[in-house]
């Protein structure tokens, strides 16, 4: 189900949509964002299928439904049911997604530059996330991804749509506009470049980012709701190792094929 392109993804694809084709008509991009949907339901198939000859493999249950009578709902149970499900969500998975949003948080805010006067570019770099970011460089480097790409990748595992917020602050973009922040930041992107005078956001660069946000787990909700339901740690750590895996080595085929 994680595969399936989800609206947290959208403000991504909408981001790398527009530095990859600035001026093309709206049909082209469109066609982009429908593959991009279309990669995750076929992805999806796929892997449940191969899970099913594998890992999963069984006998074939039966099914066995008694369709109980059809009764419109009072409104008290619907209620009652209702705050029990959101009280244990809270209490399972809402605990977990709390913890690990103040780390997040906690990563991009500390430590602090000793200089006070320092952009917020230079304090992202300079935190804990930003050291991570470089840390990761060289496993993420093959798929033409920089430092600050990994920012952006590790900001958003608290929720997808957090790397379009998270590359603002890296690239220090304000807009005056609320209702449209990509536009600036587009622009800032597609004028980013190499140490090698070469840009950062080319079309390669930009499908594989888009890809790998296609197949990686990157969504702390649905890992929290994958170790209530389990009641295990091994599934949700299986689920996000083999689609990392997964989104790395799609990436990968993306840029370096795109060489070839």
């Known amino acids: 189900a994680p595969l399936m392109s989800c609206s947290a993804r959208i403000p991504v694809y909408t981001l790398l949509i527009a ?42 249950p039966f099914l066995l439904m008694e369709m109980p009578p059809y009764r419109i709902p009072s409104a008290r149970s619907l209620l009652l049911r209702m705050r029990e499900r959101a009280a244990l969500f809270l209490a399972r998975a809402g605990t977990v997604i709390l913890a690990l949003s103040v780390l997040l948080w906690a990563l991009t805010t500390y430590p602090k530059p000793e200089n006070s006067s320092a952009t917020e570019s ?25 430092w600050k790409i990994g920012i952006g990748l590790i900001g958003s595992l608290a929720a997808r749509e957090v790397f379009v917020s998270t590359m603002s602050i890296v690239y220090n ?14 622009d800032t992107m597609r004028a980013e470049r190499r140490a090698d005078g070469s840009p ?26 994958v170790r209530r339901e389990t009641n295990s740690l091994v599934w949700p750590a299986f689920q996000f190792i083999y689609m990392f895996a997964l989104a790395w080595l799609a990436s990968l085929l993306v840029y370096q094929g795109g060489h070839f």
């Not at 770099?125 to 470089?134: F, R």
């Not at 973009?173 to 587009?186: F, G, I």
């Open 122 to 146: 230079e304090k992202i770099a300079y935190s804990a996330a930003g050291q991570l970011g470089k840390a990761i460089e060289p496993f993420i480097a093959p798929l033409g991804f920089d």
């Open 19 to 60: 530095v990859l084709l600035p001026d093309a008509p709206a049909w082209s991009k469109s066609l982009i964002m429908l593959s991009m949907y279309m990669l995750g339901i076929v992805a999806a198939f796929t892997m449940a299928w191969l899970f099913k000859k594998t890992i999963l493999r069984s006998e074939t």
């Open 200 to 225: 950062v956001y080319t079309p390669l660069v930009c499908v594989g980012l888009m890809v790998f946000y296609v197949l990686a787990m990157q969504c702390l909700s649905t890992l929290a709701v």
């Open 173 to 186: 973009v304000e807009s005056s506009d609320a209702r449209d922040s990509v536009e600036p930041l587009k």
